[in-house]
Nanobody, 115 residues
Framework: QVQLVESGGGLVQPGGSLRLSCAAS????????MGWYRQAPGKQRELVAT???????NYADSVKGRFTISRDNANLTVHLQMNSLKPEDTAVYYC?????????WGQGTQVTVSS
């Protein structure tokens, strides 16, 4: 059974930082592209960042220079370090794993940026 379990969300003030983590099980983690997506109220889910099995990263323009995605293949985890957070970063953040023909999602973790 595949599971992606996110953690690390919460309430933070503008300019603050959070680190999200996603623990995977039930997949051959090292071959999957891993990613973070987010969905704000009333909006479509959007890509935040991805990291391939080889470590190549990709970021949405809105988070470039502020967010960093990383993976730990030994511990089957992917992280998202979020710095200089803005109110518009408020959303539910979802972990994703992908290879052609297979994609899985976590249950999401809420990130709220507010003073």
């Amino acid at each position: 059974q595949v599971q992606l379990v996110e953690s690390g969300g919460g309430l933070v003030q503008p300019g603050g930082s959070l680190r999200l983590s996603c623990a995977a099980s039930g997949i051959i983690f090292k071959i999957y592209r891993m990613g973070w997506y987010r969905q704000a109220p009333g909006k479509q889910r959007e890509l935040v960042a991805t990291i391939t099995s080889g470590g190549t990263t990709n970021y949405a323009d809105s988070v470039k220079g502020r967010f960093t995605i990383s993976r730990d293949n030994a511990n089957l985890t992917v992280h998202l370090q979020m710095n200089s957070l803005k109110p518009e970063d408020t959303a539910v953040y979802y972990c994703n794993s992908y290879i052609p023909g297979r994609t899985y999602w976590g249950q999401g973790t809420q990130v709220t940026v507010s003073s």
